[in-house]
């Protein structure tokens, strides 16, 4: 029964090199999503080859929550969407959202998943969307 005792009692020494544990821990969760911060421009194809645009998409982090916004053309007209990152480390992350304005009106709202990967030029992957059944290959430049 000594056993908890000894485990409750922390010298002063032990709370601050726990404390420089959490701090590098939080400060190397932070730093594995600051690459994604800012603005992207890039294009996006449909895999079929129907449909192609280029646009901006943006990262932004609010109370914690990483969200992101893409505001594009093509020739069909304007694309918007928005949502969050739901995956992200040091060389990838996972983006879902919703088309909130679309050229084909009853296309606003539909769901959207973007996976992306840290490539030579910059982002590159692939969009995938449910309700359409379609993917599309998507590639950035970070802007300066």
Known sequence: M????????FSPCG???IALVLSVAA??????HEWLLGNWSGTYREATGVS????????REEAGTLKWT????????????????????ASSAELQ?????????????VSVTVR??????????????????STGVWEFTKEK
């Not at 400060?27 to 594995?32: E, N, R, T, V, Y």
Request: glycine share 18%; proline share 4%; hydrophobic share 35%.
């Open 70 to 89: 893409w505001t594009g053309g093509g020739r069909g007209g304007k694309t918007e969407a928005e949502g969050v990152v739901t995956k992200a480390d």
């Open 15 to 17: 709370l601050v090199v």
């Open 97 to 109: 959202g919703k088309l909130t304005f679309h050229y084909v009106p009853t296309f606003i709202g």
């Open 52 to 59: 192609s645009g280029s646009g901006t998409l943006t990262v």
């Open 2 to 9: 000594r056993l908890l005792p000894r485990l409750v009692r």
């Open 27 to 32: 400060d190397g969760l932070a730093q594995s």
């Open 116 to 133: 992306l990967a840290v490539s030579p030029s910059g982002l590159s992957g692939t969009g995938w969307n449910d309700q359409l059944n």
